[in-house]
């Protein structure tokens, strides 16, 4: 007979059902986290590849359409068709905004009915007709999008490293999954935004995930376990994490998770001063994210190819190479479509990611309560928000 303490334990049969953290991570209307979303600006397409062709956008769970009329102007409309529901992505792009392909309304930029042709005098009611829309701004080569209430509409904030370009300078945009570990051949990921917002607060797993466990992904420098302190700052949060090298040199690599879902993390191969680029996680919908970032960069910057694997493109990868070399990728959609925050144990070194989800917590709440949630102004004077982090070696 086998003995009470002989027995197996902390087999997985009969344990308890997991869930995740829906306030924190569902974002679709009228839910608390989408609401807190839909005060800020996101971005939501590259301005070049937004033309007279009406795209699907999909955004914080809801789908949209996206097009550029003939005089250049970005329009963004819910795509039901106003007069009887067909979808405007097989609308025709005008001068004036979009016409519908069924029976013809024309709708402008921002929703109104200018042409019904098959009514007499082209509508003479067409007024009371408006497709519902969104507002949206160019800025840094991205399309941005508000889809809050009107009156909570805040200034599209700007970043100080993507400021005052000189002439020979230029910003440099990609809507990729290359910062999270995919390469430029994949969009959308698969998974729950906030996994990768919140791994921007995880810089432990720097030195092991993509330094130590396959390959080397960025420098063997950042295979050195850092001393990491985690502080709140304007926006949101940043960690410095300080390093000896082996070498000798010392450096802190300040990095910023701002809201709603900024991510600021500074050249990862170790390049001395400020972060040059700025991204953003943005949710397509509660299982799926885009990341856009902007970069400065001089004139005549030509893209590299990410070759982080050996050699070799995160796409060029099979099955078992994905097991052998995994990267952010896998890493965060590995947790799953959204992860089950209930089953998770927290320790000390997940400091980073506590304290931006008591954040995150706190600005849902602020939103719910009827204020204004952190990073918002109204006031075009305060747009610029001073990005600080970087590598920064210390002098001797
Ligand atoms: S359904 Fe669009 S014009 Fe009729
Ligand atoms: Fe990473």
Same mark, same amino acid.
């Given at each position: 007979?086998?003995?009470?303490?002989? @027995?197996?334990?902390?087999?997985?049969?009969?344990?308890?059902?997991?869930?995740?953290?829906?306030?924190?991570?569902?974002?679709?209307?009228?839910?608390?986290?989408?609401?807190?979303?839909? *005060?800020?600006?996101?971005?939501?397409?590259?301005?070049?590849? %937004?033309?007279?062709?009406?795209?699907?956008?999909?955004?914080?769970?809801? +789908?949209?359409?996206?097009?550029?009329? $003939?005089?250049?102007?970005?329009?963004?409309?819910?795509?039901?068709?106003?007069?009887?529901?067909?979808?405007?992505?097989?609308?025709?792009?005008?001068?004036?905004?979009?016409?519908?392909?069924?029976?013809?309304?024309?709708?402008?930029?921002?929703?109104?009915?200018?042409?019904?042709?098959?009514?007499?005098?082209?509508? *003479?009611?067409?007024? @009371?007709? !408006?497709?519902?829309?969104?507002?949206?701004?160019?800025?840094?080569?991205?399309?941005?999008?508000?889809?809050?209430?009107?009156?909570?509409?805040? %200034? /599209?904030?700007?970043?100080?490293?993507?400021?005052?370009?000189?002439?020979?300078?230029?910003?440099?945009?990609?809507?990729?999954?290359?910062?999270?570990?995919?390469?430029?051949?994949?969009?959308? %990921?698969?998974?729950?935004? /906030?996994?990768?917002?919140?791994?921007?607060?995880?810089?432990? &797993?720097?030195?092991?995930?993509?330094?130590?466990?396959?390959?080397? #992904?960025?420098?063997?420098?950042?295979?050195?376990?850092?001393?990491?302190?985690?502080?709140?700052?304007?926006?949101?949060?940043?960690?410095?994490?300080?390093?000896?090298?082996?070498?000798?040199?010392?450096?802190?690599?300040?990095? #910023?998770?701002?809201?709603?879902?900024?991510?600021?993390?500074?050249?990862? !191969?170790?390049?001395?001063?400020?972060?040059?680029?700025?991204?953003?996680? /943005?949710?397509?919908?509660?299982? &799926?994210?885009?990341?856009?970032?902007?970069?400065? %960069?001089?004139?005549?910057?030509?893209?590299?190819?990410? !070759?982080?694997?050996?050699?070799?493109?995160?796409?060029?990868?099979?099955?078992?190479?994905?097991?052998?070399?995994?990267? +952010?990728?896998?890493?965060?959609?590995? #947790?799953?479509?959204?992860?089950?925050?209930?089953?998770?144990?927290?320790?000390?070194?997940?400091?980073?990611?506590? #304290?931006? $989800?008591?954040?995150?917590? $706190?600005?849902?709440?602020?939103?719910?309560?009827?204020?204004?949630?952190?990073?918002?102004?109204?006031?075009?004077?305060?747009?610029?928000?001073?990005?600080?982090?970087?590598?920064?070696?210390?002098?001797?």
């Amino acid at each position: 007979m086998l003995k009470n303490d002989s @027995r197996d334990e902390g087999t997985a049969y009969g344990r308890p059902e997991q869930h995740h953290d829906a306030e924190l991570t569902e974002v679709g209307p009228g839910t608390p986290c989408g609401e807190f979303m839909r *005060r800020y600006w996101h971005p939501i397409a590259i301005a070049d590849k %937004v033309g007279p062709v009406p795209q699907m956008a999909r955004v914080l769970g809801e +789908d949209l359409v996206l097009f550029r009329d $003939r005089k250049g102007r970005p329009g963004l409309l819910y795509p039901r068709c106003a007069h009887r529901g067909t979808t405007l992505y097989y609308g025709r792009v005008e001068d004036e905004g979009i016409r519908c392909c069924y029976h013809g309304w024309l709708f402008g930029v921002q929703g109104q009915c200018l042409d019904q042709p098959c009514e007499p005098d082209g509508g *003479r009611h067409k007024d @009371r007709v !408006r497709q519902p829309w969104y507002p949206v701004e160019e800025m840094y080569g991205l399309i941005w999008a508000y889809m809050g209430p009107p009156e909570k509409k805040p %200034v /599209l904030t700007r970043w100080s490293s993507l400021e005052n370009l000189k002439p020979t300078e230029k910003i440099y945009v990609t809507g990729s999954s290359t910062g999270a570990g995919g390469d430029d051949t994949v969009e959308v %990921v698969p998974t729950n935004w /906030l996994n990768d917002w919140e791994n921007i607060m995880d810089p432990f &797993h720097i030195p092991i995930l993509h330094t130590t466990f396959s390959t080397v #992904q960025f420098v063997p420098e950042m295979g050195v376990m850092p001393e990491v302190t985690w502080e709140h700052a304007d926006h949101g949060m940043r960690y410095i994490a300080y390093r000896k090298l082996d070498d000798g040199r010392e450096m802190d690599r300040v990095t #910023q998770a701002l809201f709603p879902h900024v991510r600021i993390v500074p050249d990862v !191969r170790l390049t001395d001063g400020p972060a040059a680029g700025v991204g953003w996680v /943005l949710p397509v919908d509660d299982t &799926h994210f885009r990341l856009f970032h902007a970069r400065r %960069v001089p004139q005549d910057f030509k893209p590299v190819e990410v !070759r982080n694997y050996n050699g070799r493109k995160w796409s060029e990868l099979n099955d078992e190479e994905h097991q052998r070399f995994p990267g +952010d990728w896998e890493a965060q959609v590995g #947790q799953g479509a959204i992860s089950l925050h209930s089953e998770e144990n927290l320790v000390t070194s997940d400091q980073g990611v506590v #304290q931006l $989800r008591r954040l995150l917590r $706190r600005q849902i709440e602020i939103v719910r309560d009827g204020g204004d949630p952190i990073g918002i102004t109204f006031d075009p004077a305060q747009a610029v928000v001073t990005v600080q982090a970087g590598n920064f070696f210390r002098k001797k």
